[in-house]
């Protein structure tokens, strides 16, 4: 269950921008844009450091990069989409996430290579639920009324209830995908083995 416990970790660890920023698909949207920026230029200082700084200098350097990053990209937001300003203090914290998917690889449970593929299930999940949570929530998406009526599906989606529960549900849905992914292999070894025994 490593790959699940993983991702589990990835969305409870990143929950501040998950739940927060997930309100419209624009929030999250930003919300998105931010956190890969602010990942790509943090990576980068980690590189450019990791032979010049000891390590606790380097985890310094590795807050201030991404944190600068987003205090201007969150500041910024409002004037490049259709936002209000006050998400912009929650945009300027998502900006610290990537080194939430930094602390994931380096637990001893954590699959090697494995930030990657969580960063983007991270970034995509942010992504759906912005659209998902403003479609039932509110019955627009990106601000564009989707229902005949005008109304919301389900408001409860646009609340912070709702975000709990979106993510509770991602997290059931990834680890019975893992479940199921596991007794794939189980099944496909004991074939194999029962081919060469043959």
């Avoid at 930003?30 to 990942?39: G, P, R, W």
């Avoid at 936002?83 to 380096?106: N, Y």
């Avoid at 998902?132 to 609340?159: C, Y």
């Avoid at 893992?178 to 194999?192: F, I, P």
């Amino acid at each position: 269950m490593s790959l699940s416990n993983t991702f589990e970790k990835t969305l409870i660890l990143g929950a501040y921008p998950l739940l927060a920023l997930t309100v419209t698909a624009y929030e999250a949207t930003a919300a998105s844009a931010i956190v890969i920026l602010a990942a790509v230029l943090a990576s980068a200082t980690m590189l450019w450091l990791r032979s010049i700084l000891p390590k606790p200098l380097q985890w310094l350097a590795i807050v201030a990069v991404p944190g600068a990053v987003a205090l201007g990209a969150g500041l910024l937001a409002p004037y490049l989409l259709p936002l209000p300003t006050a998400v912009t203090t929650r945009l300027a914290v998502a900006g610290i996430t990537p080194i939430v998917f930094a602390g994931c690889v380096t637990g001893e449970q954590a699959p090697k290579g494995s930030i990657l593929p969580m960063f983007i299930s991270f970034v995509a999940v942010m992504l759906i639920a912005g659209i998902v949570r403003e479609a039932l929530g509110n019955g627009t998406v990106f601000m564009r009324q989707i229902t005949p009526s005008g109304h919301a599906a389900a408001g409860i989606m646009g609340t912070p209830t709702g975000a709990f529960l979106f993510l509770g549900t991602t997290m059931i849905a990834a680890r019975l995908l893992a479940r199921r992914r596991e007794a794939d292999a189980s099944t496909g070894e004991r074939q194999t083995l029962q081919r060469g025994n043959r």
